[in-house]
T-cell receptor
Framework: DSGVTQTPKHLITATGQRVTLRCSPR?????VYWYQQSLDQGLQFLIQ???????AKGNILERFSAQQFPDLHSELNLSSLELGDSALYFC??????????????FGPGTRLTVL | AQSVTQLDSQVPVFEEAPVELRCNYS??????LFWYVQYPNQGLQLLLK??????LVKGINGFEAEFNKSQTSFHLRKPSVHISDTAEYFC???????????????FGQGTTLQVKP
């Protein structure tokens, strides 16, 4: 158990809908990262937040948005869902801003299925 | 921009045999290098990382990796594998220094290690 929790574990929805994925980082971790794992794209970095502020952005679609709240949990919002958004979404957390001094710990993921 | 290539999508090996999982990267800036493991239905777990210094890095579960700057490679090795090592292995890089030090990980496509009895 990494200490990172993600809810829900599974999510099944229809095209055009909107969903929210939730992540609670390990106690004391200030950074939260979101990754998408799909069969065709592999593991892709979406976005990083550090202590409530956006730190880095990757291949995140405009239909997707994220935020980190004052209690440091994070939510990833996916809207106007398409079949291709079906994937495993991972959240990771770390103490600091980057990898030089700390490690990213991954949650178990949320499996999103868009029908 | 950075990219990571894992040269083998699947590596079958017999138990107690040695194994090498190959990883090459491309980057215009200095990077940190990582190997992660993903067991079935689980999240990723860090095996080892290279930040600087000695090019031979030792990690958990008996794995080690060697950074070769001239060949831009970071191959993962284990002298004797166990059935429990069956998993997906991911090589990753992260830009280092300045505004690049964000923790963003760029992953390869993964290598499935299948350990047979």
């Amino acid at each position: 158990d990494s200490g990172v929790t993600q809810t829900p574990k599974h999510l099944i929805t229809a095209t055009g809908q909107r969903v929210t994925l939730r992540c609670s980082p390990r106690s004391g971790d200030l950074s939260v990262y979101w990754y998408q794992q799909s069969l065709d794209q592999g593991l892709q970095f979406l976005i990083q937040y550090y202590n409530g502020e956006e730190r880095a952005k990757g291949n995140i679609l405009e239909r997707f948005s994220a935020q980190q709240f004052p209690d440091l949990h994070s939510e990833l919002n996916l809207s106007s869902l398409e079949l291709g958004d079906s994937a495993l979404y991972f959240c990771a957390s770390s103490v600091g801003r980057g990898p030089r001094t700390d490690t990213q710990y991954f949650g178990p993921g949320t499996r999103l299925t868009v029908l | 921009a950075q990219s990571v290539t894992q040269l083998d999508s699947q590596v079958p090996v017999f138990e107690e045999a040695p194994v090498e999982l190959r990883c090459n990267y491309s980057s215009s800036v200095s990077v940190y290098l990582f190997w992660y493991v993903q067991y079935p239905n689980q999240g990723l777990q860090l095996l080892l990382k290279y930040l600087s210094g000695s090019t031979l890095v030792k990690g958990i579960n008996g794995f080690e990796a060697e950074f070769n700057k001239s060949q831009t490679s970071f191959h993962l090795r284990k002298p004797s594998v166990h059935i429990s090592d069956t998993a997906e292995y991911f090589c990753a890089v992260s830009p280092s220094g300045g505004s690049g030090n964000t923790g963003k990980l760029i992953f390869g496509q993964g290598t499935t290690l299948q350990v047979k009895p």
